[in-house]
C-alpha cells in the first residue's frame, strides 16, 4: 500500500488548545505476531486493522519474500497460513527495515527451516545487539552468524531441541523468538522471566504460563498447531501516550481515545500518570479476542508532580519513557528513571536522545548510566530538534513542543512512519489546525 510521504521536518507552535477524539494506529507489537503466527498456521486468518505502519509492513514483506500469500481487502488483511515448515526458500536476503521485532521474532522462525536465510536491516536495526537471540538459539542447535554481534543474520536452517532459557535481560521480542522457535524444536522449550515483558505472543499461541515467586514459565511444545482464524488488532497503547501526556501537559485539554490496547504487560504509564496527578478515565473495558481493550479519556490536571520509576515497572513501560519525561520536565518537583538502560539499544539511544532534546528545549535532565534525573518545572522554549531517526523521539519531542514558548522545528520528522504515520494530521486536527507550520504538510492536506 502506497503511504502518503511524511515532511521531513515540521514547526510546532504552542498549543492554545488541544481537544477532540485521536485515530490511532492498530497496535504494532500484536500485528508482528498476529501475521507471523497466521503464516504459521495451517488455514486462513482474517487480521482485522493491520496497521500501515513502516514496521509491522516489514514483517508482511518478509512473510511474502517466505512464499507466504498476504491479501489486503477492505480494513483487513487475509494470510493463507503454510504451517510450520511450510515456508520457501528465500531468493535473496530479507529486509527487516528499521523493525527490530521483525528481525528478532523472525530469526527465530527461521533458525528450525530447512534452507539458509539472511536477515536484514537499516542502520539503525544494523547497530543493534541481535547476540541476545543468537545464543539461545545456538542453545537450540541453530547455526546462526552475525557480525560482530549485529545484523545482517545469517541462518543455516536446521532441526532445533527444545530448551529451558531464563532471559538475562527482560525482553519480549527474545522470549518470543526463543518461544517460535520452540514451536519448532524437538520436544518443550520453557522460556523463564524473572521481570515480565509484554505477553502478547504467549496469549496469541495460547501456551501455558506458570508463576514461582516473581518469576513466570512460559513453554511451547515443539509441533503443537498455532491457532488461527479471526484477529483483530486493538489501537496502539504505546501511541496513545503521546496523547495521554499532552492532554497532561496543555492547560484545558481532553481527548477521548476509543479501542484502546490495555494489556497489562503494557499499561504502567497509566498508573505512573496518575501518581503524577494526571487525569485519565478508563472506560468500556473489554475483551478484543486475546487482549483487553477500552477507550480512555485525558483531561488536563491542575499540575503534575515528579516521581520515581524503576525496577520492574521498566519493562512494562520501555517504550513510554521518552514520553514520560516530557510530563516530568512539566510537573513540579523531581522525576528518577532508573534500570532502563535497555533505552540506549533502541532505534537510537532513547537515554541520550530524550536528555539532549529536552535539555535544547530548556529542561534541567541529567542522564545517568540506567536513566534521567528531571528538575521539572523549568519553563521549555522553542528549538530545532534532531529525531536521529527515531520515531518515538519525534513524538515525544512534538508534544514538548506544545508547550514551550516560542515555535520548536522536528528534523526527521518522517521517523513517524515507522509506528504512526497519521501522527502530525492528528496533532494538527486536535490543536484546532493551526498548530503545524509546514507548507509541504498543508498542501498535502489540501488546506
Ligand atoms: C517489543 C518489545 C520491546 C519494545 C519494542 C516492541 C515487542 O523490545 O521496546 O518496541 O513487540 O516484542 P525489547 O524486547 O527489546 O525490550
Known sequence: MAEPLIPSAFTVEPAVALAGRVTLPPDKSIAHRAAILSALAEGETQIVGYPAAADPQSTLTVLRALGVEIEGR????????????????????LDCGNSGTTMRLMAGVLAGQ?????????????????????????QMGAALTLTDGHAPVRIDGRPLRGIEYRLPVASAQ????????????????????????????????????????AERHISAEGGAPVPWGLRVVPRDFSAAAFFLVAGSVVPT?????????????????????????????????????SEPIGDLRVHAPE??????????????????IPVLAVAAACAGGTTT???????????????????????????SVEETPDGLVIEGGHPLRGATIESRGDHRIAMAAAVASLTASGATTIEGADAVAV????????????????????????SRNGT
Request: hydrophobic residues 45%.
Open 74 to 93: 477492505d480494513d483487513s488483511l487475509f494470510v493463507q497460513g503454510v504451517g510450520l515448515r511450510g515456508f520457501h526458500a528465500p531468493e535473496g536476503p
Open 114 to 138: 530447512g534452507f539458509p536465510s539472511t536477515l536484514v536491516g537499516d542502520a539503525s536495526l544494523s547497530r543493534r545487539p541481535m547476540d541476545r537471540i543468537a545464543e539461545p538459539l545456538r
Open 174 to 213: 527474545v522470549k518470543s523468538c526463543v518461544l517460535l522457535a520452540g514451536l519448532l524444536a524437538k520436544g518443550p522449550t520453557t522460556v523463564i522471566e524473572t521481570t515480565p515483558s509484554r505477553d502478547h505472543t504467549e496469549r496469541m499461541l495460547g501456551l501455558p504460563v506458570f508463576s514461582l515467586g
Open 253 to 289: 485539554a481532553t481527548l477521548e481515545l476509543l479501542q484502546v490496547g490495555l494489556n497489562p504487560s503494557r499499561t504502567a504509564l497509566l498508573d505512573v500518570l496518575r501518581a503524577m496527578g494526571a487525569r485519565i478515565e478508563v472506560q468500556n473495558e473489554r475483551e478484543r479476542g
Open 303 to 320: 499540575g503534575l508532580v515528579g516521581v520515581e520509576v524503576g525496577g520492574a515497572l521498566i519493562p512494562n513501560l520501555i517504550d513510554e
Open 337 to 363: 528513571i532508573r534500570d532502563a538502560a535497555e533505552l540506549r539499544y533502541k532505534e537510537t539511544d532513547r537515554l541520550a536522545a530524550t536528555a539532549a532534546f529536552l535539555q535544547a528545549m530548556g529542561a
Open 419 to 442: 509506528s504512526f504515520p497519521g501522527f502530525w494530521d492528528e496533532l494538527d486536527a486536535l490543536a484546532g489546525g493551526g498548530l503545524v507550520g509546514n507548507t509541504a504538510f498543508r
